[in-house]
């Protein structure tokens, strides 16, 4: 499995941005894919987790602001991002799991100005 994060870029606060995560592999409906992201200085954090079935699930501090969804027809899972803050500044993964272990893309980079 292969995974590129694109969308990234430079808003300012109360701004928006659209996340892609793009999946190789004839299993992308079966996964679950998580978001990620990493700010400087700090661990990374799970920001939003979507199961096969479409369930989805959000870190406090981005639920009502952020959305994560998935394509299976596009083999694409993206993360809506609203009403940015500062502190969502970071690089931002796209994650994925199989029985071989986990599959992390390359990160796009978010920064949000005040």
């Known amino acids: 499995v292969q995974l590129q994060a694109s969308g990234g870029g430079s808003v300012q606060t109360g701004g928006s941005l659209r996340l892609s995560c793009a999946a190789s592999?004839?299993?992308?409906?079966?996964?679950?894919f998580d978001w990620y992201r990493q700010a400087p200085g700090k661990q990374r954090e799970l920001v939003a987790s979507?199961?096969?079935?479409?369930?989805?699930n959000y870190a406090d501090f981005v639920k009502g602001r952020f959305t994560i969804s998935r394509d299976n027809a596009k083999n694409t899972v993206s993360l809506q991002m609203n009403s940015l803050k500062p502190e969502d500044t970071g690089v931002y993964y796209c994650?994925?799991?199989?029985?071989?272990?986990?599959?992390w893309g390359q990160g796009t980079l978010v920064t949000v100005s005040s």
């Open positions: 994650k994925t799991f199989l029985i071989t272990g986990d599959y």
């Open positions: 592999g004839r299993i992308f409906r079966f996964n679950a």
């Open positions: 979507i199961t096969s079935g479409g369930r989805t």
